[in-house]
């Protein structure tokens, strides 16, 4: 019976909190440390500028932007040492 609720995940179900997702988990890809980088990237830099690194309307949106769109554009004197590191983590990995 609890193998057809609907509401518990399984194969193919992606978790976490959409905004702080690494390029390769919103994929449904293998993760690794450069996943967990990119993640803790996100909450730095949310830290740094008080605002989310990826953001939308719809989860769909967040998604587009993380695998698309780069991270939120910054307002002036929002470069410092921490924002730095954390658009430093939330780069392109090859």
């Known amino acids: 019976m ?3 609720d609907p509401s518990l ?4 179900v992606a ?4 905004a702080y997702m690494s ?4 994929l449904g890809g293998k993760l690794d440390a450069r996943s ?14 008080g605002r989310q ?12 932007s993380i ?3 780069g991270p939120a554009r910054r307002h002036q004197g929002d470069d410092n040492r921490l924002d730095r590191c954390a ?8």
């Open 15 to 18: 978790l976490g909190t959409v």
């Open 53 to 64: 690194a990826f953001s939308g309307s719809t989860w769909a949106a967040i998604f587009d």
């Open 36 to 49: 967990d980088l990119f993640s803790f990237g996100a909450v730095l830099y949310e830290m740094a500028t």
């Open 9 to 12: 995940t399984g194969r193919g």
């Open 23 to 26: 390029p390769e988990q919103a």
């Open 2 to 4: 609890l193998a057809s």
């Open 87 to 94: 658009r430093q983590t939330l780069r392109d990995w090859p």
């Open 67 to 69: 695998l698309h769109g």
